[in-house]
């Protein structure tokens, strides 16, 4: 499979850095995925026989820091997509969201309905804000050990971020990763990580990140999405603290979607359960629903 990567300019001046691998298949719309830094060195079996492009949202991995906030926001990121659908020259894709970028992705189509194929969307971002968020806060801050959240502490007092930034971006992600995921042991076999400059301040990042959904206020995004007429596959682990009922609310209000529900999986099932997660992917990405 042959690979290239560069960087796409925005409409307001950043850059967005992306990475794209070209299979075998002729005339099959490309597959993106947002969040090429965490999700992109362990997906090599997504769609081995279709281009697949990965991408960084701006303020995320390689792609251009936000050094002001008025650069940041969802509709920022929806423009930023269809930049980069237009200078890679793509007449229509399939979308894989997982989290925010899941919401990112239905927005995405939501806007340009005739550019999109299919969606795949990974422990989605709700299309609501209550009782959502809060309840993702409370499930987050519950799976969160202390203990953890200790060994953070003392590597700040000694001075790790300050000495070592890489080594604590680490850190401060390690401990996301740990309370998304049921299985400890499964974040043995990830290979991707977050912690590239120009962004690795975790702390701005996780900050952007937390700041990004509060922009957004109290959405409902419910009411908009009864016509988005496009086939949309639904995952959610039993074990993901990003609520349930939030995807279920997707699948409710989307009229073509099915849904998904695997038991003992976390927010990260590419790592949790590679099989699974991608002999349903691909068989979804080409054109069909798994059962």
């Not at 609501?128 to 499930?139: K, N, T």
């Not at 740990?178 to 042991?185: G, I, K, Q, R, T």
């Not at 999986?265 to 099989?275: A, N």
Request: overall charge negative.
């Amino acid at each position: 499979m042959e690979s290239s990567s560069g960087t796409i300019a925005t409409n307001d001046g950043l850059e967005l850095y992306y990475e794209r691998r070209s299979g075998a298949a002729d005339g099959a719309p490309t597959v993106v995925v947002p969040s090429a830094s965490w999700v992109a060195r362990d997906m090599d079996a997504l769609t081995p026989e279709r281009d697949v492009v990965f991408y960084d949202i701006r303020g995320r991995g390689r792609s251009s820091a936000i050094l002001d906030e008025a650069h940041l926001g969802l509709q920022h990121d929806v423009d930023d997509l269809e930049v980069l659908r237009t200078a890679l020259e793509l007449e229509r894709m399939a979308l894989l969201g997982w989290s925010y970028h899941g919401a990112l992705a239905a927005r995405y189509a939501l806007a340009h309905p005739e550019r999109v194929e299919r969606l795949l969307l990974v422990g989605p971002t709700a299309p609501a804000e209550a009782p959502y968020w809060m309840d993702f806060l409370e499930r987050f801050g519950r799976r969160c050990k202390i203990e953890w959240l200790r060994e953070l502490e003392a590597l700040r007092k000694a001075g790790t971020k300050e000495r070592d930034p890489l080594a604590w971006c680490r850190a401060v992600h390690r401990v996301f990763f740990l309370s998304y995921v049921a299985d400890e042991s499964s974040l043995e076999r990830m290979q991707s990580c977050p912690c590239v400059e120009p962004n690795v301040d975790a702390d701005r990042v996780n900050d952007q990140g937390r700041r990004l959904l509060e922009k957004l206020g109290d959405y409902d995004w419910r009411d908009e999405f009864g016509a988005l007429d496009i086939p949309t596959l639904l995952v959610h682990g039993t074990e993901d603290p990003v609520a349930l009922s939030g995807t279920e609310e997707w699948n409710r209000i989307l009229p073509d979607s099915r849904l998904i529900v695997w038991e003992g999986v976390g927010h990260m099932p590419w790592i949790e359960d590679p099989r699974l997660f991608f002999s349903t992917s691909n068989r979804f990405l080409g054109g069909e629903w798994p059962s």
